[in-house]
């Protein structure tokens, strides 16, 4: 018997209260995983994943996990810059396309309403009933500033040349607030993301004060564009956020926040310190799951649910994501600590067997 997704579970865990069941959250799921997720038709069908569209293996997939939602773009929308050598880690001063005011004005700057987003229409014929879409966006405030601008000179021209600064974080930023303006108002859309990574290990990557003058007002303006659609906001921000966080419940009002490492703050500490005044996502620490054993990442994920329980704001998952380094049977051992229960209960679908079979 399969599970059917409800939307309305994960739509509780934003509201910080109890869902009817235990639920997931993750924000991506490498192809590999997907395509074995999947149903087999559906596997078949479909050839090479394009990500951030809408995709019925995809979907598939996210269902079949026990995920009531599949996250997504809602265009096609970006900040070009100059070419970036991809490996294995990339530099945050590679292909900076904005150097001088000069540059700044000769910048193509993409407009939000140029860009289709039909696809969002088009998800209401292919999610199963009860799922809906959770879009994210094409980079975030500071994310797409470091990478016009290289992170080096960013750094250098908040003293050299604040007021340049000041209008190229204004030219992102208005165009992520009309981005997200746009896509909140699709009915196949249940909540939105604002992914912009602030922080390193021990400190924020800009200074707060820096962050709160360019970066946080526009952030602002995303939340309330959201909630004025009537849809939660999730912050997907990675690093130290510590000395921020006040900002990021009080002034942002972020509905939730996701991205935890156990080497900053374990999720655990994060949930006792802000759970009551923000939804917790995720958190399970990807180090942790790519070297623990099956049962050690199931003792955690039942204690943080445990945690939770009769308190609610908090969904299971890891830290940031699936990439394809984690192994398949430390996933399913995540995912199987709230899908095993609703097996036993009758009320779901197989979960999975450590071969990623179900049972």
Known sequence: ??????????????????????????????????????????????????????????????????????????????????????????????????????????????????????????????????????VYGPGGVLENAI???????????????????????????????????????????????ANDDWGFKTQTMLAPDDLRRYVFPWHRRIVEVIHTAGKPAILHSCGYTEEIMDDIIDIMKYDAKHSFEDAIEPVENAYERWGHRIAILGGIDLDFVCRSRPQEIQDRCRSMLDRAKGRGGYALGTGNSIPEYVPDENYFAMINTVLAPRCRHSVGRPHFSKDGDTL
């Not at 479909?46 to 990500?51: A, H, K, L, S, T």
């Not at 004005?105 to 009860?130: C, E, M, N, V």
């Not at 021209?157 to 165009?175: C, H, K, N, V, Y």
Request: charged share 20%; aromatic share 12%.
């Open 147 to 193: 990478s016009l601008v290289g992170f080096d000179h960013l750094c250098l021209m908040l003293t050299d040349d604040p007021e340049l600064a000041i209008r190229i974080f204004d030219a992102i930023g208005s165009s992520l607030v009309r981005y997200y303006e746009i896509c909140s108002a699709y009915p196949s859309v249940g909540a939105l993301i």
């Open 1 to 134: 018997m399969k599970i059917e997704p409800v939307f309305d579970n994960l739509l509780a865990v934003l509201e910080r209260t109890q869902p009817d069941r235990e639920t997931l959250f993750e924000f991506f799921l490498n192809e590999p995983l997907c395509r074995r997720l999947a149903n087999p038709d559906i596997v078949t069908e479909v050839g090479q994943i394009v990500w951030g569209g809408i995709n019925r293996l995809v979907i598939s997939a996210f269902a079949n996990a026990g995920y009531d939602y599949v996250t997504c773009y809602g265009s096609n929308m970006t900040f070009p810059a100059g070419e970036i050598n991809r490996q294995a880690t990339i530099s945050l001063n590679a292909g900076s396309a904005i150097r001088d005011r000069k540059s700044f004005k000769t910048y193509d700057w993409p407009k939000a309403d140029a860009f289709d987003y039909s696809r969002l229409d088009q998800a209401i014929d292919l999610l199963p009933r009860g799922m809906k879409l959770i």
